[in-house]
């Protein structure tokens, strides 16, 4: 009988182990760099979605060019306006990730930065 219980609890964690996203454990911080915006989708999810042809994200996420951010975090309506902007002007930005990949894949962003 213990040896079953045992057994019962390995495969438990084997299986929870297994559902928790790679890219969650690879996930880290830092800045993209400049790029211009490829793609902005606003969605009726609880955040919008941005394209950006990085080279370089430091996030580790899935999804490599694809970014997101919550309509209720600090900053995030004058953060989706930059990004409009400089759709719309064609003007290089980055955005700083936080490490938090969502389920597909996209990279959270806290912050933007601009340049010509």
């Not at 299986?15 to 830092?30: D, R, V």
Request: with cysteine; charged share 15%; net charge neutral.
């Amino acid at each position: 009988m213990r040896n079953g219980r045992a057994i019962l609890i390995a495969a438990a964690g084997l299986l929870l182990a297994t559902l928790i996203p790679a890219t969650a454990a690879l996930a880290s911080a830092g800045w993209t760099d400049f790029v211009r915006v490829a793609e902005l989708v606003p969605t009726s999810k609880h955040y919008y979605e941005v394209r950006l042809p990085v080279g370089n994200n430091p996030s580790g996420c899935r999804e490599e060019t694809w970014f997101y951010q919550n309509y209720d975090s600090p900053g995030a309506g004058q953060m989706f306006d930059v990004l409009l902007e400089s759709l719309i002007s064609n003007i290089r930005l980055r955005v700083y990730v936080t490490g938090v990949c969502n389920l597909s894949g996209y990279a959270e962003f806290s912050s933007i930065s601009i340049t010509r």
